[in-house]
């Protein structure tokens, strides 16, 4: 069974940084595609960023353009979350999802983990 584990998250104060990171037990395709989620408290889980398996294509949802980047390591079957310039608005707990087609639809990944909290203080 596939286990996907994220780490990296934490207390951080608002303009600091954060890399997630996200490794895939047995995930060992590497034509996954790739994605980041958030789920605010009370809230609908909503995609962050996806990428290709190549790592050729990349998107962001416009909250964190210019200011979060994804990449993803294919030899250690991880992917990463660079965010910086962190907002309180970023507060939530964040998800890695793996799954066969690239895009910010929930629907398109089968593998998810457990996320890892990240609360943003003012």
């Known amino acids: 069974q596939v286990q996907v584990v994220e780490s990296g998250g934490g207390l951080v104060q608002a303009g600091g940084s954060l890399r997630l990171s996200c490794t895939g037990s047995e995930l060992t395709a590497v034509d996954y595609a790739r994605g980041w989620f958030l789920q605010e408290s009370g809230k609908e889980r909503e995609g962050v960023s996806c990428?290709?398996?190549?790592?050729?294509?990349?998107y962001y949802t416009n909250s964190v353009k210019r200011r979060f980047t994804i990449s993803r390591d294919n030899a250690k079957h991880t992917l990463y979350l660079q965010m910086n310039n962190l907002k309180p608005g970023d507060t939530a707990m964040y998800y890695c999802?793996?799954?066969?087609?690239?895009?910010?639809?929930?629907?398109?990944?089968?593998?998810w983990g457990q996320g890892t909290p990240v609360p943003v203080s003012s």
């Open positions: 999802a793996a799954g066969p087609v690239y895009g910010l639809r929930s629907e398109n990944y089968n593998y």
């Open positions: 990428i290709s398996w190549s790592g050729a294509s990349t």
